[in-house]
Every structure is written in structure tokens, then in C-alpha cells.
């Protein structure tokens, strides 16, 4: 707790920035993505949907989330959702076992907007889904 509180500026900045990025590759992939991208965010889905262990469903989680960033062809935006996430769960997901119940709960509607080529809602649920775990990480912390 005491680490998370410490890196609490940096994690906020990443979440920023994430929203950013990963709201714009999100209107992107739902105009581009493949039959191929969404059986891979779909596989994704399901690993993340049946289990809660924080090692595998990390795995699914960036698995799901760099796939929207290939589904957007984006090579520049795919780096930096990459690198962000890094930034982001590295420290973190040593520290916990599971992850907040509710860390998959937009990821349908991502999902869903996506394979409904729907760029708007795409970009709301991407932006909903981080805002949701900026919550649940503030709220760990009180």
C-alpha cells in the first residue's frame, strides 16, 4: 500500500495518457479490425471473463488490449499502449493475487463495439473501462 501511494502521480499520468491512446486505437480498430483481430480479443475475453488470478488474467488483459492496438494498425500506438501497461501493472500485480472485480467488466462493450465497427462506443468503453479501474486503484488505497 505504502509503494502504491508513493507511485500514485505516476500511475494518475498513466492513466491520462492511456485514455489517450487507447481511446484513439479503439475508434481505429472498430473502422479496421479484421475476422482474424476479433477472434483474438475474443479469445482474450473469455481467458479474462473465467479467471481472476492476476498472473493469467494479466496475460489476457494485455493479450485483449494490444489487439486493439493491432487491430488499429498502428505500429506507434501499439508501442506506446505497450509500453504504458508495463509502466503501469509492473509494479503493481506483484503485489496483489486477484484483480478487482470489476477489471473486466467493460471489456465486453469493447469488445462488442468493436466487432459493431461502432468507433464512438468503442472509445467510450475503452475510456469507461480505465476511469473504472482509476477508481478501484484509488479506493484499494483509502
Keep these: ?3 502504491l501511494t508513493e507511485k500514485l502521480p505516476e500511475i494518475e499520468e498513466t492513466f491520462d495518457y ?9 475508434r481505429l480498430a472498430a473502422d479496421r479490425r479484421t ?8 479469445e482474450a475475453y473469455e481467458v479474462m471473463r473465467s479467471d481472476r488470478e492476476t498472473r493469467r488474467f494479466r496475460a489476457a488483459d494485455n493479450a485483449f488490449h494490444l489487439a486493439i492496438a493491432d487491430a488499429a494498425r498502428n505500429r506507434l500506438m501499439r508501442q506506446a499502449i505497450e509500453d504504458a501497461r508495463a509502466e503501469m501493472w509492473v509494479g503493481i500485480d506483484r503485489l496483489i493475487t486477484h484483480v478487482f472485480t470489476t477489471a473486466n467488466r467493460h471489456h465486453k462493450h469493447i ?3 468493436i466487432a459493431d465497427r461502432d468507433p464512438d462506443a468503442a472509445q467510450k ?3 469507461d473501462h480505465l476511469e473504472t479501474a482509476r477508481r478501484d486503484l484509488r479506493r484499494s488505497l483509502r
Design 18 to 26: 492511456r485514455i489517450a491512446v487507447e481511446g484513439a486505437a479503439a
Design 35 to 42: 475476422d482474424e483481430d476479433l477472434a483474438i480479443l475474443r
Design 111 to 113: 469488445l462488442d463495439a
Design 1 to 3: 500500500r505504502p509503494l
Design 125 to 127: 468503453a475503452v475510456v
